[in-house]
């Protein structure tokens, strides 16, 4: 089945600073990548996500970018804010059953 | 405002108690999930079920078992609690159709198993 690692556990930054969470995968055929939020006490969050067929995609601050070939993907948060602050995970989906293999968390802090 | 809702937000059982956790939603998806999250570890899937009549084990199933009660109503159930199912659950949703991949999570239930 799908394995997804994620790098790093913690992150801290200032805030102004970008922040950079990689994740790779091992399912060539994963063809759905999501990232979620996950603010302290609450549920899961969609931020942002990205199919196979495209290389980057942008949302205001937050930007992800996959590289098919390496089978990896990382999240791009620019002009850090103290809301930012949260635990972030990301996923990949493949299969006929469309499952989310999700990355073991990034705890993101950013620094006033 | 469309949601995932689950009941009870908290609980606390013992060993070897039965529970049930459950999940309504009213987004109109047909693909419903359950999975757990432990510190360190992610989300972890333990069923799916992609209509009434449609159940899947997941990653970790042992201990678990799940009902489909109507499209918008998912059941978890541990036949026998022990302590290290304690964790958050949380239920997620997505579709409809075979297109969407989008997963919509719940609230989460904080089990505790003594």
């Known amino acids: 089945g799908e394995n997804v690692e994620q790098h790093p556990s913690t992150l801290s930054v200032q805030e102004g600073d970008s922040a950079v969470i990689k994740c790779t995968y091992s399912?060539?055929?994963?063809?759905?990548f999501p990232w979620y939020k996950q603010e302290l006490g609450k549920r899961p969050q969609l931020i942002i996500d990205?199919?196979?067929?495209?290389g980057e995609k942008k949302d205001q601050r937050i930007a992800v970018t996959l590289n098919k070939t390496a089978k990896h993907f990382s999240l791009h948060i620019t002009e850090t804010q103290p809301e930012d602050s949260a635990v972030y995970f990301c996923?990949?989906?493949?299969?006929?059953?469309?499952?989310?293999?999700f990355g073991s968390g990034t705890q993101l802090t950013v620094l006033p | 405002d469309a949601d995932v809702t689950q009941t009870p937000r908290n609980r606390i059982t013992k060993t070897g108690k039965r529970i049930m956790l459950e999940c309504s939603q009213t987004?109109?998806?047909?693909?419903m999930y359950w999975y757990r999250q432990d510190p360190g570890l992610g989300l972890r899937l333990i069923y799916y079920?992609?209509?009434?009549?449609?159940?899947n084990k997941g990653e970790i199933s042992d201990g678990y078992s799940v009902s489909r009660q109507a499209q918008a109503k998912f059941s978890l159930s541990l036949e026998s609690a022990i302590p290290n199912q304690t964790a958050l659950y949380f239920c997620?949703?997505?579709?409809?159709?075979?297109?969407?991949?989008?997963?919509?999570f719940g609230p989460g239930t904080r089990l505790t198993v003594l």
């Open positions: 990205i199919r196979s067929n495209v």
């Open positions: 996923a990949a989906s493949s299969g006929s059953a469309r499952q989310l293999t």
């Open positions: 997620a949703t997505s579709g409809p159709g075979t297109v969407t991949d989008t997963q919509y």
């Open positions: 079920s992609f209509d009434v009549k449609d159940i």
């Open positions: 987004k109109g998806h047909d693909r």
């Open positions: 399912d060539s055929a994963s063809n759905y």
